[in-house]
């Protein structure tokens, strides 16, 4: 009895199992590769995370492999691609797979026994293999645990990675399966010379992303770029479209230099030269250079106090820097009637509209968590795939920013169904706040009211002159708005509008009712007169308001009253040569207001 015993012993022993019982049980473990990466990974999260490890994929595999990885249809699919991809889609892109204790391309631990030590197991004895070495010691033990988590669905399933480790696939797939007319040993051993002729090593592969993200704030090429420039200069200028992310880049590198003991102080563009301190080492932090909506800036006077306080910067050897940001358009009306020297200078400025599918990807993907569809965990927009997000955004003409495409997309999901948004997105905002004018009443004139005072402190009632725009404007209705609304933001018990171009929207949106044109104009505050409105024909850009003086117009006279009304109260204070001065009638008024204060038109200081 014993001997018999010892004989089945030897005779089972898995290194008296002969090369082609091993082949075949390492040829199934390759296929649990595949079934594995479709248990952790769907094809829309599989391509999404390649599109943020694009560049080092592009790097480590040829491009008809990368070109295998894009066409990818359904989880069926991924049989068709090589196993050195696997494997690195295993390693680095799937979260729920750990790695061994002492890493990838390390022999794991014996006591270790979690899928990822068995997939580095898989790959170390197929790399055994390639060198001809059959001592592949763990082999029974990681195909048992294999059969037992995942079954045999895998194996007789048709898992089957049809594309191992090869550079160049020239055996056809029936050169590798054999003839089926052929008896079992002849198919054996065409299979064994198949699989000699895929005996390439699995080498591990590390892929890093594009971009990361850092305290909530993607950090795009540009942000790296402009850090790179901040070791050598000490004013960098951040320039872009309006929505282009400008001000998350500016907190970025706030983050940076804080962490690193600087002191970082966020000034105003009109205060700038009077809030430079010499506490070192500092790096000032200047949003919205020359205006927030559009240009506020209309002397050569302003301009040059502010150019000079920024060459006293760059030109200092202490520790002190400061980095702008300031809008495309902003900055092309001013350069326009106005001349820039120092601001003009390309070497300190990075330009803020590029941005790569990567850092397009995972800005969307923070915009999601903070949008719509967290209150709605049912929302028909979470199947939307990136893809279609692009192809979207594809459409922007390039006056807004992709940023603030995607925001609105994930906060108002109508505009991402809506064509002509992403074509022309403030004349769609315009006509979308028109609608809601007429359709929700109470949360289109709260958000005007927003507009006007660009703050509200959730927890008083809105101030009394609210009931001129509209009765139903109160806390309670503020409240509501805040938890169905993606379009103002709450922070600190402060309400503000999600975005500085909902003002633009607003005012303009405003500007096209009658009932409301005169508390507005009355009360906004003056840099919004200030930036947004401008006489006919003075500029290209939709991101301003033309203002139309017609004489047979009570409505326009009425409305050139107050713009002249409000221009005096800001000349009484400093001396300001704006844009509408050029109409006529807004000239005359604004200085016959300057010698008389009339009741009817009192707005606020």
Sequence with gaps: MYISIIVFVLFTDKNDEPP??????????????????KQELGVNDLKEKVVIHSKSINEHFS???????????????????????????????????????RGWDYEPQDDETHVGADIERIRSMWNKYCDDDFELKNLDEVYNRMKQKYGTVAVLGGDWNRKPPHKDQENTEEELEGDGNKDPVHKDEEHSKGLECMKIKIQSIKLNPDC????????????????KTLRSKNVVILKGVIGCGKTHALKAIKNHFQERNWKTVWVESENFEGEISHEKPTIFLLDNLFGKFGASVFSQDAVNKTEKA?????????ESKVVIGIHTHVYDEVKKNLKLNFLHQKNITVEMDNLSEAETLLIFKKQLTNGHCEMNPNCWFKTIGFQSVLDKLLKNQGHVGGPFLSLMYCNQH????????SVNPVQTLVQYMGRMRHDS?????????????????????????????????????FMDLAKTSGLLQVENKRATLAHGLLTTVLFKS????????????????????????????????????????????????NAGKLCAYRLAQICTKQEINHPLMKIEFVKKKCAEYLKRDPKQLKGPK
């Design 441 to 477: 009443p109470k949360l289109y004139h709260c958000l005007v009211y927003l507009m006007c005072v660009q703050q509200y402190n959730c927890e008083e009632e809105p101030e009394e002159w609210a009931g001129e725009i509209y009765v139903d404007i109160t806390k309670d209705n």
């Design 414 to 421: 109508e505009l991402f169904s809506d064509e002509a948004f």
């Design 510 to 557: 405003a500007m096209e009712s009658e009932i409301i044109i005169k508390p507005v104009l009355q009360r906004c505050k003056i840099d919004v007169i200030l930036q947004l409105l401008r006489p006919t024909d003075s500029t290209q850009s939709d991101l301003y308001l033309e203002f139309t003086y017609t004489e047979s117009s009570q409505t326009s006279k």
């Design 310 to 318: 920024l060459k006293v910067i760059e030109s200092s050897k202490e």
């Design 20 to 37: 082609e019982k091993k082949i075949e049980k390492l040829e199934e473990l390759l296929k649990y590769l595949v079934h594995i990466l």
């Design 63 to 101: 491009e008809p492999l990368i070109k295998d990885l894009q066409s990818l249809k359904d989880i069926n699919d991924y049989s068709q691609l090589d196993t050195s991809l696997v494997l690195a889609l295993l390693h680095n892109l799937c979260e729920g797979i750990k790695p061994p204790t």
């Design 212 to 227: 990361t993200v850092e305290k909530g704030i993607v950090i795009t090429e540009n942000i790296s770029t402009a850090l």
